[in-house]
C-alpha cells in the first residue's frame, strides 16, 4: 500500500520530469478553455461597475471600476490571441497562472484602499485565489500549480503585512469586521491546502493521461497520440509553408520470429527494435506505435532528408541484433519503411497514411528490408 511519503516522492520525480509531447498537447487545450473562461469571467465582471452605480456609488467609484475591468477584458483578449497559437509559447501556462492570482491581489488591494480590513476579510474575492490555483489543473503541469499557489501565498502575505505596517491601530471595519493574525494565518494555510490538493489532482491526471496515450509494451505513444497529435503537426507545417515527412515503418516477417522463438521473446524482440530506434531520434521527431509491429515517424524534413534519416535507423536496427537469450545466437531484425511528405504527396494525414502505406507495401515487395520515398522504388 502506497504510503504518504510515496505519493510525495512520485510527485518530487514527477517534477523533475519534462512533460511529454502529449501531456503538452493536453495541457495547451487547457489553457485554451481557461482563456476563453477569463474572457467570459471578465466580461461579467463589467456588471459590477453598473450595479455599483445603480446601488449608489459614486461616479469616480464607478469610473474606476470600469476602467479595471476594461483593462481586465483586454488583457483576457489577449491571453486568448496567445492561447490560440497552441504551445507556441511555452511560459504562457505559467504566466497566465500567475496573472489570475495577482488580479485577485489587485482587487483585494484596491479594496483595501477605503478599508483595509475589506482587503484582508473579503471572503467574496479571496475565495477567487482557491479558483485560480484551482485552475491551473487544466494546464496538467505540476510546476504550474506550485507556482501559482505560491505566487498567491506569498502576494497574500505581503498584502497583510503591508495593510498591518501601514495601519497604526488594529485594523477593524463595521462590515469586515477585525483583521486578526490567526484569521489570515488560516488563510494561508487554506492556501497551502489548496495547492497540494490540486497539486495531487494534477498528478494524477497526468499519470492517467500518459497511460491513455501510451503503449504499455514499448512506452511509446499509442495511436490515440497519431489522431490526436499529428494533425495538428502537419497543419502547422502547412500554414508556416515547411515540409514535413511521415514515415510508416514496420518490422520485417515478426510472424517468423513469434512463431520461432516464441511470443514472450517476441515482445522482448519489439522492444529491442522500439529502443535502439528511440536512441537514435531527437525529441522532435516522434515515433508512434500504430499497430502489432507498425510505427510511424514523424519528421520535419522534405522527403530527401527524411529518407536518410529513415534509412540511417533502418542500417542501425540491422546491425544491433536481437539476443533472445544468453545461450542463443543474435537474431538480426529488419525493417521496412514507406514515406510520404506534405505537401508534395497530401496535405492531411489520412492522405499522408495512405500515400505512406502505398510505399511501404512496395518496400516489402521489393524483398523488405528498405525504405522507399518515391513511387518508382
Ligand atoms: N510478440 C508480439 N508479436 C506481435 C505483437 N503485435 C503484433 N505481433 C505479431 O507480429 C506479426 C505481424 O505479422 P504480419 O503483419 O503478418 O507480417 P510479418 O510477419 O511481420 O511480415 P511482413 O510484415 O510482411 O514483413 C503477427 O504474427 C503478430 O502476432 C506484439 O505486441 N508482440
Not at 124 to 152: E, K
Not at 283 to 294: K, Q, S
Not at 356 to 362: E, G, H, I, K, S
Amino acid at each position: 500500500m502506497s504510503t504518504l511519503r510515496d505519493t510525495f516522492d512520485d510527485l518530487a520525480a514527477a517534477l523533475r520530469e519534462r512533460p511529454d509531447e502529449i501531456l503538452l498537447e493536453v495541457g495547451a487545450g487547457g489553457e485554451l478553455l481557461v482563456a476563453r473562461l477569463r474572457l467570459l469571467v471578465a466580461a461579467l465582471l463589467l456588471l459590477l461597475p453598473l450595479t455599483n452605480l445603480l446601488g449608489g456609488g459614486t461616479a469616480w467609484e464607478t469610473g474606476a471600476g470600469l476602467a479595471g475591468t476594461l483593462t481586465v477584458l483586454a488583457l483576457s483578449r489577449a491571453w486568448l490571441t496567445l492561447a490560440q497559437r497552441k504551445r507556441r509559447h511555452r511560459w504562457l501556462p505559467t504566466v497566465s497562472s500567475v496573472f489570475d492570482v495577482s488580479v485577485v491581489t489587485l482587487v483585494l488591494l484596491l479594496l483595501g484602499v477605503d478599508d483595509p480590513a475589506a482587503a484582508l476579510n473579503s471572503v467574496v474575492v479571496w475565495c477567487c485565489y482557491p479558483l485560480a490555483i484551482f485552475a491551473t489543473a487544466l494546464r496538467h503541469d505540476l510546476r504550474v500549480t506550485l507556482v501559482a499557489g505560491g505566487a498567491a501565498m506569498a502576494q497574500f502575505a505581503l498584502l497583510w503585512l503591508g495593510f498591518v505596517l501601514a495601519a497604526d491601530a488594529p485594523l477593524v471595519s463595521a462590515a469586515y469586521g477585525t483583521v486578526s493574525a490567526s484569521s489570515q494565518l488560516q488563510r494561508e494555510v487554506l492556501l497551502v491546502a489548496v495547492t497540494l490538493v490540486t497539486a495531487i489532482v494534477v498528478f494524477r491526471a497526468q499519470r492517467l493521461t500518459q497511460l491513455s496515450g501510451t503503449d504499455g509494451l514499448t512506452g511509446l505513444p499509442n495511436r490515440s497520440y497519431l489522431t490526436h497529435r499529428v494533425p495538428g503537426l502537419v497543419a502547422e507545417a502547412r500554414i508556416e509553408g515547411q515540409t514535413m515527412s511521415l514515415a510508416l515503418i514496420d518490422l520485417d516477417s515478426f510472424r517468423l520470429i513469434n512463431a520461432e522463438l516464441g511470443h514472450l521473446a517476441g515482445d522482448r524482440a519489439l522492444r529491442h527494435a522500439v529502443k535502439v530506434l528511440r536512441m537514435e531520434l531527437g525529441r522532435e521527431e516522434p515515433m508512434i506505435r500504430v499497430g502489432g509491429e507498425e510505427f510511424v515517424l514523424v519528421l520535419r524534413l522534405p522527403i530527401g532528408a527524411a529518407w536518410e534519416r529513415v534509412e540511417a535507423l533502418r542500417r542501425k536496427l540491422e546491425s544491433q541484433p536481437f539476443l533472445p537469450d544468453p545461450d542463443e545466437a543474435p537474431r538480426r531484425l529488419t525493417l521496412s519503411a514507406g514515406l510520404s511528405s506534405c505537401p508534395q504527396d497530401a496535405n492531411d494525414l489520412s492522405g499522408l497514411m495512405k500515400r505512406a502505406d502505398q510505399r511501404l507495401r512496395v518496400a516489402k515487395a521489393l524483398g523488405r528490408n528498405r525504405v522507399v520515398a518515391r513511387d518508382d522504388g
